[in-house]
Nanobody, 130 residues
């Protein structure tokens, strides 16, 4: 059973930065596409960013709402994926989830739909407020 554990959430002022981390329990981490989603209160869970496996070049793809502000990266030696969030806005307030796509079907690129993902973390809360 794969376990994903997010960390790094918190309260930050508008314009500030946070870095989220997601540690995976499996040694096959490098073979998965890894993504971040978020769910604001009363809304559906939305795609934020994805990074592909190393052998596919660690391609990245972002939601328009975060492009240019957020950066997804991965460290396969640590089985960890990161989300660097800069220039945060109040509308970025949400619970952030990491997710693992084990099948890495190239026909699904970019994998933005929730149902593509096989495993999810428990979430970490980000609040952007003054």
């Amino acid at each position: 059973q794969v376990q994903l554990a997010e960390s790094g959430g918190g309260l930050v002022q508008p314009g500030g930065s946070l870095r989220l981390s997601c540690a995976a329990s499996s040694p096959t981490f490098s073979r998965w596409h890894m993504a971040w989603f978020r769910q604001a209160p009363g809304k559906e869970r939305d795609f934020v960013a994805v990074i592909s496996t190393s052998w596919t070049g660690q391609r990245t793809y972002y939601a328009d709402s975060v492009k240019g502000r957020f950066t997804i990266s991965r460290d396969n030696a640590k089985n960890t994926v990161y989300l660097q969030m800069n220039s945060l806005k109040p509308e970025d307030t949400a619970v952030y989830y990491c997710a693992a796509d084990l099948r890495t079907d190239s026909s699904n690129w970019p994998p933005v739909r929730n149902e593509i993902y096989d495993y999810w973390g428990q979430g970490t809360t980000v609040t952007v407020s003054s």
